[in-house]
């Protein structure tokens, strides 16, 4: 996304232990872990004098939240779980500059997944595994993935899994890109 708004950024992995900061942050709100996981995130790679943009979603359907699938069969099983149902993407970043959070945003997409057969599950995966294993709510929106929808409220952005817009802004806000 970034490339394409024609940002220019290097890409770099946090270590960061994603399960056990969400575990600390029990019982609070997805938005609120989502942008925990992005400040986290850029903390963890902050570099002195830089701006470091962390990023993360979340997805919850039903109460529950979901991780990227382990496996072939773990998509299959999310998806006959989110048939018929609601997602809830949450969307975060932030912005770190020499240690401190200096921007943060959480953006939300609803997502009502149409009723899946079984056919279209088996053939949805055979056309997108393993792509699809990098992506929380197992799916591309800009691929195949848009098949799932029967309605889409939000930035799409957000559903791309960063909200872009706010991002740029804060970008502006901080002499990173032209105003």
């Known amino acids: 996304m970034l490339e394409q708004a024609g940002v220019a950024f290097e890409a770099r992995p946090a270590d960061l232990d994603e399960r056990a900061l969400e575990a600390g942050l029990a019982g609070s709100s997805p938005a609120k872990v989502a942008l925990a996981l992005a400040e986290a995130k850029a903390l963890a790679v902050q570099e002195t004098g830089r701006i470091v943009l962390g990023s993360d979603s979340l997805l919850e359907v039903d109460g529950r939240r979901f991780d990227k699938p382990a496996s072939r069969e773990a998509a299959a ?44 599950i088996d053939s949805y995966l055979d056309a997108e595994w393993p792509e699809v294993s990098w992506c929380v709510g197992v799916f591309r929106i800009e691929a195949l993935g848009v098949q799932l929808f029967e309605a889409i409220e939000g930035d799409y952005f957000t559903v791309l899994g960063m909200p872009l817009l706010p991002v740029l802004d804060a970008l502006r806000e901080q002499g990173e890109l032209p105003r």
Do not use: N
């Open 77 to 120: 099983e999310h998806l006959r779980f989110f048939s018929g149902r609601s997602m809830h993407l949450h969307s975060a970043a932030a912005l770190v500059r020499d240690g401190t959070v200096i921007w943060g945003h959480a953006a939300l997409a609803r997502l009502r997944v149409r009723r899946l057969s079984e056919d279209f």
